[in-house]
C-alpha cells in the first residue's frame, strides 16, 4: 500500500502563513494525483486542493482561492500546501490523498489512499 505522511502544521497566529508537505512512499508518485482535504472539529471533510499528475492543472475550493496554493515535486514524491493569510476558520487536520486517475478531483470518494493528517491551529 502506498503511505503518504503529512507534516507542516502547527499552533500559529492569523495572518501567518505554513506550507504543509505531504511524502509518499511511492515509486510511481507522478502516476497519482493527489488532493488535500481537511476537516474542522464538529464538522464534514471538505475539499481544499487538488493537481494533477503533471501539476500542470489545479482546483481549489471556491472560498480558498488566492490564498492556498498547491504544488508538487515529482522528483521528491512530495505534494505541498501553502496556506496564505490563516484564518481562525482555517483550525482543522489536513490531510493528503492520492488517487490512480489522473485528474483534479473535488470529490474525496476518487481517491484511493489517504494520510493521516496534520493539525493547523490558527489562533486570533
Known sequence: QVQLVESGGGLVRAGSSLRLSCASSGRTFGRFAMGWFRQAPGKEQEFVA????????????DSLKGRFTISRDNGKNTVYLQVNSLKPEDTAVYYCAAAAWDGTWTDGSKYNYWGQGTQVTVSS
Request: net charge neutral; glycine share 8%; charged share 15%.
Open 50 to 61: 487538488a493537481i494533477s499528475w503533471s501539476g500542470r492543472n489545479t482546483d481549489y475550493a
